[in-house]
């Protein structure tokens, strides 16, 4: 069953101060967007080392398992506490990226969105609820800024063919050659910083990763 949970409006309704306070201060607004989106982050790992990585961004994880979020909150307020100063551009919210991404980002403002081992979703009538399919492509496009960058990587080939066959489909998405894509200061960071990357590398499994850039209209007739 999906999980009900009250979203903002838009993302004018968002309390960001809730989120970051630091950053938001007095006035209670923020200072510039949030640029990166680490979608299902699960338990917060490449969301702190993109705060580490990129000290001048704003980072957010996104996740639907309510007791999951508030443990990457804790774990966020935690490591803000102990490295004073730090930590204050990364935060996390609860809800269902399929659903309310553009409830919370403004049209164009993302730089960069992650999918690090989405669940595969293995039976054909649960395709539909793979994180990244025909519909919801279309909604990480409209929060992507154009020259943005989608990072997708999982341990299940299926699942990586399943992705790229979508992204390759969309007229919004170009893949990055290999060569630009292991360029990336993100590439490394994706396939070895989650817990999820770290499990795979335990037990010795394989990872497959692509990035896409977000092209514009233009570009793409
Ligand atoms: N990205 C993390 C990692 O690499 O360790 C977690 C991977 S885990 C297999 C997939 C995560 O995506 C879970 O924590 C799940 O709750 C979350 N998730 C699944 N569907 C989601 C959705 N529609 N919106 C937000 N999070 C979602």
Not at 62 to 91: C, H, P, W
Not at 202 to 216: H, L, P
């Amino acid at each position: 069953a999906d999980p009900q949970f009250e979203y903002p409006v838009s993302p004018d309704c968002v309390d960001w101060s809730v989120l970051y306070p630091e950053l938001c201060g007095e006035a209670k607004t923020m200072p510039r967007p949030v640029e990166y989106a680490d979608i299902g982050c699960g338990f917060g790992g490449l969301l702190v080392k993109l705060g580490e990585r990129f000290p001048d961004k704003i980072s957010i994880g996104v996740e639907i398992r309510e007791k999951v979020a508030s443990y990457v909150d804790q774990r966020i307020k935690a490591l803000r506490n102990e490295n004073k100063g730090r930590f204050q551009n990364i935060s996390v919210v609860r809800t269902n990226a399929m659903k309310c991404i553009a409830n919370f980002f403004v049209k164009g403002s993302l730089e960069k969105l992650f999918f690090c081992f989405a669940d595969p979703h293995f039976k054909t009538k649960n395709h539909r609820r793979r994180i990244i399919n025909r519909n919801s492509i279309s909604e990480f496009a409209y929060v992507l800024k154009e020259g943005g960058f989608l990072y997708v990587v999982t341990d299940v080939k299926e699942l990586h063919d399943w992705q790229v066959e979508h992204l390759n489909a969309h007229p919004l998405f170009e893949k990055l050659d290999d060569d630009a894509e292991k360029a990336d200061p993100c590439w490394d960071l994706m396939f070895n910083s989650s817990e999820e990357a770290n499990k795979v590398e335990r037990n010795e499994g394989s990872k497959f990763g692509a990035i896409y850039r977000r092209i514009s209209l233009a570009e793409a007739v």
